[in-house]
């Protein structure tokens, strides 16, 4: 058994557990130092970064990967995900508030904000307008999505790292985008 409990019912849980085997809650991960949390806890209680599903977070990087283990036959970089399929271009970003969940699926040059972009109905839902009305845009090179942001009041940032006005800022599965304060976990679909 491993040393990790359960941060609701304080029950033993193995260092891969997406919940609890016990009281079933789902359970999060803080993206700075890794301390383990629930879906109430939106930052961590110990460093303040942003806390992710791990069901939805990646596995070790390719680079991370113990270097007497053989790479997954048909994984390289244009197969991120060994189908043989080559690289997956759609994401799903999710944005948790109390109010509730708003999907955005990224599209290439697709401009975010509160004035006529394809996500106007998604950024009008949100309880505040910190969102810019052309606050920034998604980009997609060489099966990478990058957000970038216009020079926006309120910027825009990835696990924590601003964004420089009008460079492009990758960002990928297990990732958070925060977009003016907005914190949308980045999930393969």
């Known amino acids: ?3 990790l409990k359960c941060p609701a019912c304080g029950e033993e849980i193995l260092e891969d557990s997406k919940f609890c ?3 079933g ?3 999060l991960q803080c993206v700075n130092c890794g301390t383990l949390g ?3 806890d939106m930052f961590c209680p110990d460093c303040g970064k942003p806390m992710v599903s791990r069901k939805t977070s990646p596995g070790p ?3 991370e990967r113990d270097p007497q283990v053989p790479k997954p036959a048909g994984n390289d970089d244009n197969d991120p995900h060994g189908t043989g399929r080559g690289a997956r271009q759609s994401k799903k970003i999710v944005l948790r508030y109390k109010g509730g969940d708003i999907e955005i699926v990224p599209r290439d040059k697709a401009v975010i904000g509160r004035e006529n972009g394809p996500f106007i109905n998604q950024i009008n839902r949100l309880p505040d307008n910190l969102v810019s009305r052309r606050h920034g845009c998604f980009e997609y090179k060489n099966g990478q999505w990058y957000i970038v942001d216009f020079g926006s009041k309120n910027g825009c940032a990835v696990n924590d790292v601003l964004t420089e006005p009008d460079v492009p800022m990758p960002f990928g599965p297990g990732d958070i985008v925060d977009i003016a304060t907005h914190l949308f976990d980045v999930i393969e679909t």
Request: proline share 7%; hydrophobic share 25%.
């Open 21 to 23: 085997d016990m009281c």
């Open 38 to 40: 629930t879906p109430d």
């Open 25 to 27: 809650i789902e359970l």
């Open 1 to 3: 058994m491993s040393d």
């Open 61 to 63: 990087k390719s680079d």
